[in-house]
């Protein structure tokens, strides 16, 4: 799998775990659809965001205008900044890619203007 699909697994893992409140690795798994194996970059993407979540909601409340908090974003803005924020902090992709991405996963899953967001918050960083 390349890296566009890996974050797009990344992306509904950690919305079902956001969603359900089920363990990160029983939900990378049911995404991997058959592999028993979860890549590294995957791997980093997953369980390093949860692992650094709260850490990484503060900054988001922080970068998000004064009249917005993290958790009027809808679960998957917040999966798709998370694991951004994983990604740019971890120095697994450089900052314009991640932000490419973020904003390319955001137009296709997520409401209409939701991208302009995710787009500024992930500048800011």
Known sequence: MNRHELRIIA???LYQHLL?????RQCVFENMK??????GFLYSLTIGTI????VYIRKINELLRS???FD???????AILLMSF???LANEAPKAIVINEAVTLCKKYCDDHSYKLINGVLDKL
């Open 67 to 69: 009249d917005w908090t």
């Open 86 to 88: 994983q990604e740019i």
């Open 72 to 78: 009027r974003l809808s679960l998957l803005e917040q």
């Open 20 to 24: 359900l409140s089920k363990d990160i």
């Open 51 to 54: 692992e650094n979540k709260e």
């Open 11 to 13: 992306m509904e893992s």
């Open 34 to 39: 058959g592999c028993n194996e979860i890549d």
